[in-house]
């Protein structure tokens, strides 16, 4: 096994360049359908940030989708396929429900930590069942999360329908103590931002420390990275799967006692509505480091609050969609993104680059002028209804050289950072 | 010039890797019908070099000359076209499979078109087997036969595919002393036919043996193109390493003290739930090297799992320190003071991953002062490591590159330099120099006498019967999970601890 000699910010590079490389992409599509990319991207982020209604609006997206990241990430750096954040969340917000509509009596303080404690608990419950399967007898995780996240989903709809129901309706329980309620920081209209991000981010800060700093973050990460070398080296591998599902559970729940406590105030049957899935491929974006994971969590919850702007725009939202699909397929097969990089250390190799890099940004300018002028309309008339699909194939040409020069040109940008970098970092190293 | 006498002549040949020069212009001449060995440390680049040939690599620069002729070779099938043959080190054959298919596999012969005609296969196997004298039965089952048979089936491979050059890539490092001897044989015969074999090896005694001419390489370039009628092993020792090495290590007496490490009819199992090993009873006193010689896979493996928590022990008993142990996992064993060198430094012994200094507290993690209260003491484990590395001499001095990162030789000192530095009572070595170059083996062979100087009991389990000859105070030759008999090394020979490891018991081989 050979592990890549790039530095170590190469983990935030892949992530950085997906994002650009898949607004390439859709930009195109979004030309396609006949608007602009630039005041598509600029609604979108107008959305998202525009106004403090809007970033409170991202923020309270966001604040669960880190937790469900970090479960998944946690999961991932301790070798553990953690699929099952979803069923977790959902019996975490369970759990607190039941406790929270109980809790009228208590101050709201101590009412808060035991609800969130309650879901966290229920989480890590529901999450170590798969661990200590796993440990004791080989049964992947992946196949028992999926089960308990049916388990998990049925026992959530008959809670709600029938011992927990009230009202008419959408099921739902009753609303929790208002005690148990979480502060809010900001009120804009009709959106709350409750104090749920400030836990979320804690929490992400907590297990940098834990991975990064304690004996037992090595040995997670020693048992995800080579369970064979962790059980030589004194590390028990059944306990340590139990303890890190325990984890990652704990944080799914915490994500749904938030949801709950700080944004439906009542347990609804849907109210996970696949954000444990949104911690996978959260996860992924954020390569697994819980700072990465905030950030990846804060551009899905962007994308999901300004989409929705776009859509009044007469652009449809399914183009955050499309972001979405491309930025994790690129992290995902980030040998691509590896590849297409060229490290230029040496001056005959920048000059070889450089001279590659104009060559084809030259011709691809010449095809896209090309077919700009031949996909002109009318051009074509003379053949009839023929010569409009002539026209529409030049001005596919047209479109894909583009998508093309600007993916050429972004790469090597790219490049010439990230060789700067390289050899900066080295002469550092050098000189120390 | 004209290269008509010569069946491989490669010139000026250079190829790069990312972060190093692995063949720096390499001239190599192997002449029609020799027996030609290529030798060098790790990393020297004679993989490299053949893999060129097989058409694996592409050379960056330089010219490949077949029997004279230029070749430009994109892949194996280039090779195989051109004559060249591999025997891999891992053999490439189908478990299930009979020798015969095996042999045929990939060109099989066709009745009617599309249908295997497996007796076509076997005739023509059975002719190839006879003609040059390799002993296989066409009709078994590769998992069901030896090691030295299944290299024979490799041989074979090359030679129905038309190989006129060979290339053996040590061959000898699976094999028992009288199936190497057998292996010679079979490559005296194939000369004698008129073969090109190409031999790769660490072993200077077996090259000295075998060869006619010698083509040393060390850091990618050849430092020396040597006769073997009129060379020595330390002339090609000192071309390999670039300054003389002591081949034979002086073992200064020691007396051995109390019993520190002691196992009772021990049983183990293997992966398939079969005994590996059977009713093994072994001691192993403080300031004793205590060798287990023995082929490869005749229960070694699962003996040391066991011994060091990582495997059930299914019946039996250990007592470490005068403690029954049993069952003990690898934590408390450590903590006990058992230190461990795997036999597989890559699965067991590092994460690759994980920066050096970071494996160099693999398996003390939990000790302070690397650990306290909980948390890692970065500090001091940057210093442990710093100095570790200046002490053991780890190249390059890098605390920060990955463990991935290290060629062989330096994985293998890290490693060695974090279980000696956990100041262990009782250590089990595994395979302590496997694949590693003259001067490494020196280095290590001279640290585990330190450790026996310092009272530390040894166990050593070694493939490599050199090593358990030079270093051990007692060996034990272990075959199908079994003790064949324990032997002093200045009171035995090299064949009879030999015909041990092929199953003989010591009053067998004695009467």
Known sequence: MRVSALPRFWAFIVPIVSVVVALLIASVIIIMIGKSPIEAYTILLKGAFGSSSAIANTIVKTTPLILTGLAVGFGFRAGVFNIGAEGQMVMGALMATLVAINLGSVPPFIAITITLLVGMLAGAGWAAIAGYLKAKTGAHEVVTTIMLNWIATYLSSYMVQVPLAVGSGTPKSPEIAPSTKLPELLTVGAINMNAGIIVSIIAAILLYIILEKTTMGYEVKAAGFNPYAAEYGGISLSKNITMSMAISGALAGLAGAIELTGVHYRFLGTLSGGKGFDGISIALIGQNNPIGIIFAALLMGALRTGSNEMQFAGIPKHIVMIIQGIVIFLVAADRIVRTSMIIMDKKERIAQETKRFVKRAVILSIIIIVSMFLSKEGLWSFLGKFGYYVGKVFWVIELVSLLSLMIVVALYIISAVISLGMVYSRRKKVKS | MSYEDYAVVMKGIVKRFPSVLANDHVDLFVKKGEIHAIVGENGAGKSTLMNQLYGLLKPDEGEIYIFGKKVDLKGPKDAIANGIGMVHQHFMLVDNLTVAENVVLGSETTKSGFLFDLNEARKKVKELSEKYGLLVDVDAKIEDIPVGMQQRVEILKTLYRGAEILIFDEPTAVLTPQETEELFDVMR????????????????????????????????????????????????????????????????????????????????????????????????????????????????????????????????????????ATGYDPRRLRDMGVAHIPEDRLKHGLIVQYPAYYNMILGQQWWYPYSNRGFLNHQVIYETTKKLFEEYDVRPRDINMFGG???????????????????????????????????????????????????????????????????????????????????????????????????????????
Do not use: C
């Not at chain 2, 000192?413 to 001067?439: C, H």
């Not at chain 2, 389990?461 to 008999?485: A, C, H, K, N, T």
């Open chain 2, 189 to 324: 015969r194939l000369k004698e036919a008129g073969k090109t074999m190409i031999f790769i090896s660490h072993k200077l005694n077996e090259v000295m043996e075998i060869s006619d001419n010698i083509t040393v390489m060390r850091l990618g370039k050849v430092t020396a193109n040597l006769k073997t009628s009129e060379t020595n092993e330390v002339e090609i020792a000192r071309a390999m390493v670039g300054r003389e090495v002591v081949l034979r290590i002086e073992k200064p007496p020691h007396k051995p003290k109390e019993v520190v490490f002691e196992t009772e009819d021990l049983w183990v199992k293997d992966n398939r739930g079969l005994d590996a090993v059977k009713g093994v009873s072994l001691k192993v006193r403080a300031g004793e090297i205590v060798g287990i010689a023995g082929v490869a896979g005749n229960g070694q493996t699962e003996l040391v799992e066991a011994i060091t928590g990582l495997r059930k022990i299914e019946k039996g008993k250990i007592t470490l320190l005068g403690q029954d």
């Open chain 2, 405 to 511: 990162n290290f060629s062989g030789g330096n994985q293998q000192k890290l490693v060695v330099a974090r279980e000696i530095n956990a100041k262990p009572k009782f250590m089990v070595v595994a395979q302590p120099t496997r694949g590693l170059d003259v001067g490494a083996i020196e280095f290590i062979h001279k640290t585990l006498l330190k450790m026996r100087e310092q009272d530390v009991a040894i166990l050593l389990i070694s493939m490599e019967l050199e090593e358990i000859f030079s270093l051990s105070d007692r060996i034990l030759v272990m075959y199908e999970g079994e003790i064949m008999g324990e032997v002093r090394p200045e009171e035995t020979t090299v064949e009879e601890v030999g015909l041990m490891m092929a199953g003989k018991k010591l009053e067998e081989v004695r009467s």
